[in-house]
């Protein structure tokens, strides 16, 4: 079964540099949520969207911003990077269908490792 | 979302069976009680949901009293693989798309 495809999976960048990191959903799934997990830290939740509109705002900074596109693949932007960026940053999907869907499934992708020097 | 409380670690042998506790006295009367399972440096994995009572699938069993202010995750006869951390997440069905909150998990060893 097809799966969430994250790219590039591993990212190397000097302090105050720019990043893209992207994400394919799963086929027909409808949101998309990123998180982020520092090293030895729990998942955080960063933002999500749903068909394209942004769903939900979570601890992201303001130097990053993310959007989704009309093929439902999602970027997020981060600039100015700065040392404690350095993580794992995922990507998962979901489809809410109502009845007899998990509400809190969601599918996570492989994650982009991010190093910032 | 309700605040959640499982060990921080647990060690476990082969072939044993598991069951890790988590505690959620806040639990809402809307609130799903949901297992996710991570490897090292691998997304979450979606391993189990309930309500009450009882939930079985062919990876864990989920247990959940009636007063629904904890709940077990019970894995039998681990074996090596199933070394990571499990999270347990409690939230609301209101949208359905609402982002997961990971509290600190519970650190699986298993030995051989």
């Known amino acids: 079964a097809a799966g969430v495809i994250q790219s590039p999976r591993h990212l190397i960048k000097e302090k105050r540099e720019t990043a893209t990191l992207k994400c394919y959903p799963i086929?027909?799934?409808?949101?998309v949520y990123w998180y982020q997990q520092g090293p030895g830290q729990d998942p955080q939740f960063l933002i999500s969207?749903?068909?394209?509109?942004?769903?939900d705002k979570g601890s992201i900074p303001d130097r990053f911003s993310a959007q989704q596109f009309s093929d439902y693949h999602s970027e997020l932007n981060m600039s100015s990077l700065e040392l404690g960026d350095s993580a794992l940053y995922f990507c998962?999907?979901?489809?809410?269908?109502?009845?007899?869907?998990?509400?809190?499934?969601?599918?996570f992708g492989p994650g982009t490792r991010l190093t910032v020097l | 979302l309700a605040k959640t409380t499982q060990p921080i670690s647990m060690d476990s042998y082969e072939g044993q069976e598991v069951n890790i506790t988590c505690s959620h006295n806040n639990i809402a009367t809307n609130d799903y009680i949901t297992w996710y399972q991570q490897f090292p440096s691998q997304g979450p994995r979606f391993i189990i949901q309930?309500?009450?009572t009882k939930v079985t699938n062919e990876v864990a069993s989920l247990f959940i009293p009636a007063d629904r202010k904890s709940s077990t995750l019970s894995l039998p006869r681990v074996s090596l693989s199933d070394t990571a951390v499990y999270y347990c997440?409690?939230?609301?069905?209101?949208?359905?798309?609402?982002?997961?909150?990971f509290g600190s998990g519970t650190r699986l060893q298993v030995q051989p």
């Open positions: 969207f749903y068909e394209k509109m942004q769903s």
């Open positions: 086929p027909r799934h409808d949101t």
């Open positions: 997440l409690v939230g609301d069905e209101g949208t359905g798309r609402r982002a997961l909150t």
């Open positions: 309930g309500y009450k």
């Open positions: 998962a999907s979901s489809l809410v269908t109502g009845e007899g869907r998990s509400y809190n499934e969601q599918f």
